[in-house]
């Protein structure tokens, strides 16, 4: 059975147009005196395998319906999975009801007109799969056979899976803004079980692209997934120490993203940010750029306008290791007397500039040390900075890999760590929106046995 | 009418117009000789939500969601699809994809009957209707009120009310047909306290399937405002967490997120269905020390982890994982326990109609033991006393979990000495509970809070422990 592809994207988009028209004028009969409206719809196929059978074959369809109403400064909100004309309706009428009890917000209100996009750039986001469940299920078998076939220490799977998903998303207000384009994503992952001396290790790779020609080959995904799961076996803690640490690239994407969380709006209105009122200062070392690139053909984050309908656009972050600006939506943007800078719903495609040392290089200069592959837990205290994580790794000598490690903790302090941050490798291999290469911090604390 | 399967027929069906005839074709549309069980989860949810910031009443919003998801197993394989439009000819849709995974075979008929409800452990009411707007924003400001009053240093404070029902029906092939009326509710308080340039947060909650008025009741939702700022103005005195192995004592109550993270998720049975678990195949082994009694139990009154019956139709029961020290039983949904050839534990729990239900926790804790707590702290000559966590997680593959104090203390000479920074701790799921020392005789259970992840699903959950002492635990802070 061939999974459900959308014959005509255009004419949908027209129909999703009409229902976020319809909300707005439905708002406006109800009294509102300005309203904004999300409409979307999604379908997809996720299959999964494990030990070479199929396992699980998912059909998705979801759609969705937001909308936000305002009393002059007073504000409600409703939702609902329903799109029906009916559904629509009552979803004005409970957002109505909210906002008779929210009280006077003087910075509740839809962004400025003039910061509404204008022209919507084409970005290349829509690549369909017309895949069947079939020759879904033949590529993550594929990719999983490439896992247990690479090594006989690989004893056992979680499985490969194979998603292919499309999504129309429409976005209005009664400023006369309304904007909508479709989206796909594929992915395909493979998580398998090493043993050596009794012990188990699992890990994983994957790949994601919004289209189907630039997921990475099912073989070499499942190659990694094997081998990183090797790499794992025989881990043991290490003493407690002081050592540097080298965080992996797709780790070190996280330090990029916690970063974010502590510079955006409601992190800093609510005072509850340890970069509060640090903008023009240098959080850190000279030789860092960080920057946003929200319209990158084909970007897994790109969005051609935000969440309030403001037009998106790079941006620097961090320039040379100055921060340059926090990232805002007009609500919080209004109540720091700030300009908005086109971040509701966040950061898309986020970026440092990389440095000039592959893996092998960077390991030579942190010459002893913890090479991080994996974080584990909840320990980031955005108001302080305070940084607590289990951890698991490599132990490094010399630049040279002695033995894995696992069951310890890193800590320190986000802002200590970034200030001292000694390189960023040009090791990005990893998928996703936020490119990095590794990170070498100089100093944390490392508790083990 | 306080039946729920009369309340989710008048709540479902019949305003989608499907009668119990509609219910056998589907039930039959989703049958084939090859398919071993076939279910249709039907259900709606409303959830409402209100959030007070800057002392003023900021954001309100409402949720509806409806839809029915329909699952057909046939061996280890399961095809799913599920459908938001609950008119005849997209459930039959819906009904076929899922079916596509069994080639074959013909569509049959299926006769369904009404099961008994199991238990009665929430009344099948509406908590959004159960204060009016009024009092839902007269009990947030007076929970802002509290926050500031106590202390100058409190800056911001942030809180939230949620008041959730969800109505689920459920038909399964066997002829199984089941109901449950699900309310929720939670309030959140979030405090910055700040002193000297430095700032620090302090939370709080606390939750139940009850109406609103559980936060009125004692004043709960004062306490709950005290709770936080207490908390914040704690951790402006903090200072460095000591990093290393070392005797830890956790207090009662949230603490529990320990069981749930080193011992829950690794007993659940598709892990050691499929042996990708570190305690798969060590039934009847010691993994705990003596006098160590641990029980995932769905059957609390009222509690946030509880329910009547899983959301396969199965009745909750209270499981006993680990006895006496003994690993005694697995979590089960109806797959896992038929592969396994065990028994169904009405741990069968999905997010929603949109995904599939797998084994989950319900209510996770640790029978009480004997000792005075105070006794157990005195009994330490230095060490650390945690009595507050955030979140954990594990990886059930090593069996390494890690979870994060909020609120924490060096023990010195027997005595709660300073407070410190919060810090990670990470142990090995299968051997922490064999450094269990000393068990207090005061087990207690959160307030109501816990949120469980299990690829990407999120369910309700409660945890609870009485007081704790583990003989060596790392503790992941940043001083000696």
Known sequence: MAHFVLEDPQGRLGQLRDSVAAILTEAARQGATAAEAAVSTRAGLEVAVRLGEVETIEHTRDNGLGVTVYFGHRKGSASTSDLSPAALREAVA?????????????????????????????????????????????????????????DPRITNSEGASLSSHWGLQVYGNSHGFIGGYPTTRHGLSCAVIGEADGGMQRDYWWSTARAPQDLEEAAAIGRRAAERTLARLGARPIATRQAPVLFQAEVAAGLLRQLIGAIQGASIYRRASFLLDRLGEPVFPSFVHIHERPLLPRGLASAPFDGDGVATADKDLVRDGILQTYVLDSYAARKLGMETTGNAGGVRNLAIDMGELDRPALLREMGTGLLVTELMGHGVNLVTGDYSRGAAGLWIEGGEVKHPVEEVTIAGNLAEMFAGLVAVGNDCDFPGSTRTGSWLIDRMTIAGT | MSDPISIARQGILEPAGLTDGDLDRLCGALRAPAIDAADIYFQTSRLESWVLEDGIIKDGSFNIEQGAGFRAVSGEKTGFAYSDELHLPALEQAAQAARAIARGGQQGRVRIDGLPVPH???????????????????????????????????????????????????????????????PLVRLNVSVIAEEHGRREQGTSGGGARAELGYFLAA????????????????????????????????????????????????????????????????????????????????????????????????????????EDGILRGYMQDRLNARLMGLAPTGNGRRESYAHLPMPRMTNTYMLAGDKDPAEIIASVERGLYAANFGGGQVDITSGKFVFSASEAYLIEGGRIGRPVRGATLIGNGPDVLTRVSLIGNDLALDRGVGTCGKEGQSVPVGVGQPTLRIDGLTVGGTGA
Not at chain 2, 248 to 255: R, S, Y
Not at chain 2, 262 to 274: C, I, M, P
């Open chain 2, 120 to 182: 009665r452990l929430y009344a099948p009411l509406n908590p959004i209707e159960s204060l009016s707007n009024e009092e839902k924003v007269a009990l947030l400001q007076r929970v802002d009120a509290e926050a500031r009053r106590l202390d100058p240093r409190v800056r911001e404070v942030v809180t939230s009310l949620v008041a959730a029902q969800d109505t689920v029906l459920i038909i399964a092939d066997d002829g199984t047909l089941a109901a449950d009326v699900r």
């Open chain 1, 94 to 150: 409970a957002a109505c009801a909210i906002a008779r009890y929210t009280e006077e917000d003087p910075y509740a209100a839809l962004a400025d007109a003039e910061r509404m996009a204008g022209a919507i750039p084409d970005l290349d986001l829509y690549h369909p799969w017309a895949i069947t469940a079939e020759d879904a299920i033949a590529l993550a078998v594929a990719c999983e056979d490439a896992a247990r076939s690479h």
């Open chain 2, 219 to 322: 004043d709960l939702a004062v306490e709950l405002a005290r709770e936080a700022v207490r908390q914040a103005l704690t951790n402006l005195e903090a200072g460095e967490a000591p990093a290393g192995t070392m005797t830890v004592v956790l207090g009662p109550g949230w603490p529990g997120v320990l069981l749930h993270e080193a011992v829950g998720h690794g007993l659940e049975g598709d892990f050691n269905r499929k042996g990708t678990s570190a305690f798969a195949g060590r039934l009847g082994e010691r993994v705990a020390a003596p006098g160590v009694t641990v029980v995932d139990d769905g059957t609390l009154p009222g509690r946030r982890g509880s329910l009547n019956i899983d959301d396969e139709g199965t009745p909750t029961q209270c499981t006993v994982l680990i």
